[in-house]
């Protein structure tokens, strides 16, 4: 856990939260630096959601310390609403007024005055590309018109800290990289991110940060490069033309696992050329003919799946490493 | 700004905001306001005729529309109400009340704009339906303070109503429940003295009538328009009022504050 100064970012020290008899988060943990993006990354039904809506005072924790910019959630959250902008899962526009209402609704509430609501209303437009469509009503806006505008919605009073839950959620591809070069952008003006996603390419291409959330728990975290370089999970799929190939490899190499239908060997590999050197080598030297191959560096998939429990179900691929299974 | 002002400053945004509703919606706020116009045409000319008869005056139908001219403007309040409801109904169950809830504004400014935009709209109806009621022959013998007590009277009741219907489209699941939920109302405006008099009724259902809040404030309104004796049918047609304006008040507080706080996400 890195140390965040008490008086900017976000600082969460063990919250806890139940509905009933459920346990929806169970002492998280969590710190983002001022200026940076945390992604916080898990399955469906994590915990994701109930933790923003915990820090953005929407709903009381059962216990455990938050403060956001210096300001503490339980006992100043008008502080806190002041400084924060949300996004939430669902588009939290208004269907009935247009896009140019919408924005100048949240000027409105956040006190800025007429003109200046008006101008920040119409650079907003500018900048998230809604010009042409300001004076339509929402009814007629795109998934990603909608999103746009709702993020544009947030950013109405130029917030410090901003939450995004899954703000990428039903996009399709384009739209999704307009969103991230959004987001970017907010970070190197200095905003604090924390993002909810279950995507874990967003999380790579974003975060800062990521922190990996499993049934209310942490259970990884830090920047994409250690939690990859953590991680065992990289191989090499050795390709082959014929099965009796397949299987006379498969028995020299005890540790690798065959896919017959495929005729492929997926060989446990750190990814380092010393190492596949010696593996090609080998098979050279046992008259093992190998068609082609292809190598395989750890991804946040192989994070994600070493470290959620539900790997068993969604994994794609057979975790050849021992530990990816103990580790849970 | 002090916070008195910035609560004043979000309740008008957010009045703003429902009177625009009210304008982009415009299917549902005809058929409020149309309606109760439709119903009245209905009560004259066709039930009119015999319910007239039964007033035992000589022209029973222009009697009768002395007569329902009441009963027709506590339907205009129920059926706004049952708008209150809907748009209450439809804020809770979208995304954009978390939004405000999440920002720095006056808690209750969403549900003050709700009831403000709702009592205009009960104000509009009620000049459009008494208009229309003229047109078709209204009589009435009231100077302009009974009017004015009239109209004072309704608007009470109708605030009391709003109040009671943003309760129930806070507390409604799905904005149909919530479009349901004052139909209730309906039934106990038939069961008052809003369309016929209690004494024609069974005594059962009369004292019924005779002591549920539509009674008095129909008495009452029924009595300024003509210039009857009102009695004491204002009293207790005022605290009817106050008493579910209250309750209804706290209620819709209570609701409005603890929403969503054990929901599961």
Known sequence: MTSVSAATGIVAQDVCKSFGDHLVLDKVSLAVEEGTILALLGPNGAGKTTMVRILSTLIPADSGSMRIAGHDVVTDPDGVRAVIGVTGQFSAVDNLLTGAENLQLMADLRHLGREAGRRRAAELLEQFDLTDAAHKLLSTYSGGMRRRLDLAMTLVDQPRVIFLDEPTTGLDPRSRRTMWQIIRGLAAAGVTILLTTQYLDEADQLADRIAVLDQGRIVAEGTPAELKSRTPGGHVRLHFSRLDLLRSAAEFLPAAAPDQDQLVLQVPADGTVDSLRELLDELHRARIEVERLSIHAPDLDDVFFAVTSSHVSAQPYQDPTPQGAAKR | ?265
Do not use: C
């Open chain 2, 1 to 265: 700004m002090t916070t008195l002002a910035y609560a004043l400053s979000d309740s008008r945004v957010m009045l703003r905001r429902n009177l625009k509703h009210q304008l982009r919606y415009p299917s549902m706020t005809v058929m409020l306001i149309g309606m109760p116009i439709v119903l009245l045409l209905l009560f004259v000319y066709v039930f009119g005729g015999q319910l007239g008869a039964g007033l035992g005056a000589h022209e029973g139908r222009s009697a009768y529309l002395d007569y329902v001219v009441p009963g027709l403007l506590l339907i205009t309040v129920i059926s706004v109400v049952q708008g209150t409801a809907i748009m209450v109904a439809m804020d809770m169950t979208g995304g954009i009340i978390d939004r405000f809830r999440t920002m720095a504004i006056a808690r209750g400014s969403v549900l003050t704009g709700h009831v403000l935009g709702s009592l205009m709209q009960t104000l509009a109806g009620i000049a459009i339906l008494i208009g229309v009621a003229f047109g078709l022959g209204f009589h009435s013998s009231a100077g302009p303070l009974h009017w004015f007590a009239a109209i004072g009277i309704l608007a009470l009741f109708a605030f009391a109503l709003i109040w009671l219907a943003v309760a129930l489209g806070l507390a409604a699941k799905s904005v149909e429940t919530a479009s349901n939920t004052p139909m209730v109302l309906f039934l106990l405006l038939f069961l008052s003295s809003g369309f016929v008099a209690t004494a024609t009724m069974p005594t059962v259902l009369r004292q019924f009538a005779e002591y549920q809040p539509f009674t008095p404030v129909a008495d009452t309104v029924r009595g300024l328009l003509s210039g009857g004796a009102i009695g004491d049918h204002a009293i207790a047609a005022i605290a009817w009022s106050t008493g579910i304006a209250i309750v209804a008040y706290l209620w819709a507080i209570r609701l409005y504050n603890r929403r969503r706080a054990a929901e599961p996400n």
